[in-house]
């Protein structure tokens, strides 16, 4: 595993891993049990806003998954009576992962009071428990003619070019895919090119900040583990 590129909330990465394991690992990411808001209960709404759609959006605010969360303590109140936008941050009783979320907005003397609970479920059954992205794809090596080196070279500065007789080749391996505009080139000079995969993928993990990536990956994975140890023992 080889680390490319690395943010705050997201994380690109290469490794040997077959297509059809790296698909089970990306569909397991809506396996993993997330917190979010279920119910609202708006006791005054004066907000241009339906009251449904007030719920909605309390509703897609990312909750950060601190390891005391309790589905069943835990209270988020929101009542705000100033003048202007209404944001996330302004919900008490849990730690709000973005604090500049619009919500509504209030006029002068408006008022926006309201209480919410919520649990933990899966990003399968709603996107608000979704974590967050998992994608591949593969690295591959393009070989294509030697006179096409300097605008190669001009469009994808950060990929490694070698020479092999009266060719080059191009490592794609980086964050950003170069195939299509290798194809592109060869299409407008008439060139053939020659694309051979190398059995390496490029992993890309993106987080909505409720968990960070490690743990992304980590808790996809073992929910994998578990469904296939479950189905081990009942093939057998």
């Not at 092999?164 to 794609?172: A, E, Q, S, T």
């Not at 993106?206 to 009942?234: C, R, Y």
Request: a neutral charge; one cysteine or more; glycine letters at 6%.
């Amino acid at each position: 595993m080889k680390q490319i590129q690395k943010k705050e909330n997201s994380i690109v990465f290469s490794t040997e891993l077959s297509e059809s394991l790296a698909n089970a690992i990306r569909r397991y990411v809506n396996e993993i049990p997330v917190f979010a808001v279920e119910d609202v209960e708006i006791s005054k709404n004066d907000s241009p806003l339906y009251d449904e759609t007030v719920a909605h959006r309390i509703g897609l605010v990312p909750i950060k998954m601190k390891k005391d969360i309790d589905e069943k303590k835990t209270k988020l109140i929101l009542d705000s009576k100033k003048e202007g936008f209404v944001y996330s941050g302004e919900i008490k009783g849990a730690e709000i992962v973005y604090d500049k979320i619009p919500l509504t907005a209030l006029s002068k003397g408006q008022e926006l009071s309201l209480t919410a609970t919520g649990r933990f479920g899966k990003g399968n059954e709603h996107a608000k428990f979704s974590p967050g992205l998992m994608f591949y794809r593969e690295v591959c090596e393009l070989e294509m003619d030697k006179s096409l080196s300097e605008e190669i070279k001009r469009l994808c500065p950060q990929n490694e070019i070698k020479e092999k007789g009266n060719k080059i080749i191009v490592l794609d391996n980086k964050k950003v895919e170069v195939g299509d505009k290798c194809e592109e080139v060869c299409v407008k000079k008439n060139k053939d090119i020659e694309i051979n995969k190398t059995g390496e993928l490029i992993i890309s993990i993106e987080s909505f900040g409720q968990m960070n990536v490690e743990d992304i990956l980590k808790k996809s994975t073992e929910a994998l583990k578990k469904d296939l140890a479950e189905l081990g023992k009942k093939l057998k």
